[in-house]
């Protein structure tokens, strides 16, 4: 069985993902604000952590934890930690997008840095970042977002290659519209949700146990020779009309 480390683990997406890896006898730690949101987790016997990732301490503090745990081998990271601005660009304070970018984009990084200083010692690893569609489709009013999960995309086939003769494998997964507390702000009426749905070519947006089962698998079960690749969970969006 392997250990794995859940950055937003409070998430919906996250909640679903430290199920099935614990469920499967895995080692599982997790991290999120919210304790509340963790208590059922930690219940199920995943170890929590609360704090933010876009602390550098906490985020490195984390990660070393798990020379604690068994062997001290860290077998797999996903970093689940996201947010979502949905305003054009001149309706949107510069503070606005730097905090879209530092939830993003920074916490993505330190946790790639932070996990891969800790897998060179200790024989390698997984990592999967989340992105968006909008990462790779033109939306109105996702400049930020896009900017920011661009940012992941691009970083995540970089640290790819940087790491691939180091036995670490970092792969992305991009989910379009996605029924999750995150997406609340599509989905909240018919009519924007319509809206949405439209643009799909499957004609409906995803569960959030479709993003968590392939995040699980890439993490899990995934060949090794899968590295720096996006998976466009998407509903074909970004490949098909």
């Given amino acids: 069985m392997g250990s794995f480390l859940v950055f937003g683990g409070s998430s919906d997406i996250g909640q679903i993902l430290c199920k099935s890896l614990v469920s499967k006898g895995h080692t599982v730690c997790a991290t999120g604000r919210d304790l509340s949101r963790m208590k059922e987790l930690q219940e199920l016997g995943v170890m929590i952590h609360i704090g933010d990732a876009t602390d550098e301490a ?11 745990i068994d062997s001290g081998k860290l077998d797999g990271v996903a970093h689940l930690v996201g947010s979502i ?7 949107m304070k510069i503070d606005a997008f730097e905090d879209v970018l530092r939830t993003n984009l920074t916490s993505a990084f330190l946790v790639l840095s932070k996990s891969c200083k800790y897998m060179l010692r200790n024989g390698g690893g997984r990592l999967v970042f989340t992105s968006s569609v909008a990462a790779g489709v033109g939306l109105t009013n996702h400049e930020a977002i896009s900017a920011a999960k661009g940012g992941v995309e691009s970083m995540s086939r970089s640290a790819a ?5 180091r036995g670490i494998r970092v792969n992305t997964v991009a989910p379009g ?12 009426t018919e009519s924007s ?3 949405a749905v439209s643009k799909i070519p499957l004609n409906r947006i995803n569960e959030p ?5 392939a995040i699980d698998w890439l993490l899990t079960d995934a060949p090794d020779n899968l590295t720096g690749q996006i998976l466009n969970l998407d509903g074909g969006m970004t490949s098909i009309r």
């Fill in 58 to 68: 906490f985020v490195e503090n984390t990660v070393n934890s798990f020379e604690a």
């Fill in 85 to 91: 601005s949905i305003r054009p660009p001149h309706a």
């Fill in 161 to 165: 290659a940087t790491y691939s003769r």
């Fill in 177 to 188: 519209l996605t029924d999750t507390r995150l997406a609340s702000p599509i989905t909240k």
């Fill in 193 to 195: 949700k319509e809206a």
């Fill in 209 to 213: 146990g479709e993003i968590a089962g």
